[in-house]
């Protein structure tokens, strides 16, 4: 069993940044790989990122390359997303995320989630 629990979202004008954490608890949490999600109001969850469990590899949604960076520091369970280059449609509740492997998490789709954190983009 995986607890996960997000941190740092808020309202942060278009072009700033954002920083995202995910305190994950449980014996096992360090060997899940683990991910980002959001959901917008009226649109459907979609994926934003992911990051393996010893973070040899790391996977973005095309809406957000270049942007966004998945990292995890295993030694305090915890995954960050840093957000730069805000954008208005990058406004929604953000969901961190744990599965087996970063496949499963976006393939059938992960075993954990967090409870969300919102974050809004003024334009």
């Known amino acids: 069993q995986v607890q996960l629990v997000e941190s740092g979202g808020g309202l942060v004008q278009a072009g700033g940044s954002l920083r995202l954490s995910c305190a994950a608890s449980g014996r096992t949490a360090s060997r899940y790989a683990m991910g980002w999600f959001r959901q917008a109001p009226g649109k459907e969850r979609e994926f934003v990122a992911a990051i393996t469990w010893n973070a040899a590899s790391t996977y973005y949604a095309d809406s957000v390359k270049g942007r966004f960076t998945i990292s995890r520091d295993n030694a305090k369970n915890t995954v960050y997303l840093q957000m730069n280059s805000l954008k208005a449609e990058d406004t929604a509740v953000y969901y961190c995320?744990?599965?087996?492997?970063?496949?499963?998490?976006?393939?059938?789709?992960?075993?954990?989630w967090g409870q969300g954190t919102q974050v809004t983009v003024s334009s």
């Open positions: 995320a744990a599965s087996i492997t970063t496949a499963t998490m976006r393939g059938p789709g992960p075993e954990y």
